[in-house]
């Protein structure tokens, strides 16, 4: 029985004498590591939550455009420069007595922006008595009109003010909020609210216990688009301009938001 012992023990050295040393290290490593990677598993809660809120709108932007055309002349330099000239005097003494309508109304200058000054040419094709043709020039001169309310109830009488005013056109309306930040945060802060009542539901109903939150996620951030009310009103210059058609309640907006929270579960 000794001579067997001693056979299968020089038999063992004579193995573990092939293997590398750095394999018998790794193997001895793995084996020492694997209890403690198998008892650091732990339990997991993962909750994805969505919500939403509905506000009305505190802020209208209202836009306008005022223009003026040249008559239709023949390309020629003195010709076109006067018409030119004409044209733009008439259109800058319609945008500063639109400005002062409308700080009658009440308006900060600071909320009335008066665009840049945009130049549209186009060509005139006639045929004349005799059968011959000319092409012939006309020039509109535009600026678009902007105006910012921070108080929405004044919607219906400044549409009015602008059309009194003798705008071209009414682009529509825009409902905005002021303090968008705030209405985003409200969103977000709802739909973690709800990721946790989902958690707290969802674990108590199978007898568990949320520990430590280990991972949050914002998977949509809080995003909305202002509220555009259509005002297709295209004044004429005669007298017959016509009024706007147009419900002027801004309604809701709403904003989304939506977060994924994973939770540890105690043992």
Excluded at 237 to 247: F, I, L, N, T, V
Aim: hydrophobic share 40%; proline share 4%.
């Amino acid at each position: 029985m000794k001579t067997l012992t001693k056979t299968f023990s020089r038999t063992l050295s004579r193995t573990f004498s092939c293997v590398p040393y750095w394999l018998m290290a790794s193997s001895m490593t793995a084996m020492a590591l694997a209890p403690t990677a198998q008892a650091s598993e732990t339990s997991r809660l993962n909750v994805d939550a969505k919500a939403h809120i509905e506000v009305v709108p505190d802020r209208a932007t209202l836009n306008a455009r005022l223009w003026e055309e040249t008559p239709a002349i023949e390309r020629l330099a003195e010709e076109e420069d006067a018409a030119l000239s004409e044209a733009r005097a008439r259109l800058e003494t319609r945008a500063s007595e639109l400005i002062t309508t409308l700080e009658s109304q009440g308006i900060e200058r600071d909320a009335i922006s008066a665009g840049s000054l945009n130049i549209y040419p186009r060509q005139i094709h006639n045929r004349n008595e005799d059968g011959s043709s000319e092409t012939l020039k006309r020039t509109r001169l535009e600026r678009p009109i902007e105006v910012q309310l921070d108080d929405i109830e004044q919607v219906s009488a400044i549409l009015d003010a602008l059309i009194s005013a003798g705008v071209n056109q009414l682009n529509g309306v825009e409902f905005d909020l002021k303090d968008r930040d705030a209405v985003t945060d409200e969103a977000l802060v709802k739909a973690l609210e709800k990721a946790r009542h989902k958690a707290d539901l969802m674990a108590s109903t199978l007898g568990a216990e949320l520990g430590k939150v280990h991972r949050i996620q914002e998977t949509q951030s809080p995003m909305y688009q202002p509220r555009m009310m259509a005002v297709s009103a295209e004044l004429n210059d005669a007298a017959g301009s016509k009024a706007p058609q147009a419900e002027y309640r801004p309604g809701t907006i709403r904003i989304d938001a939506e977060v994924s929270v994973e939770w540890l579960l105690k043992d």
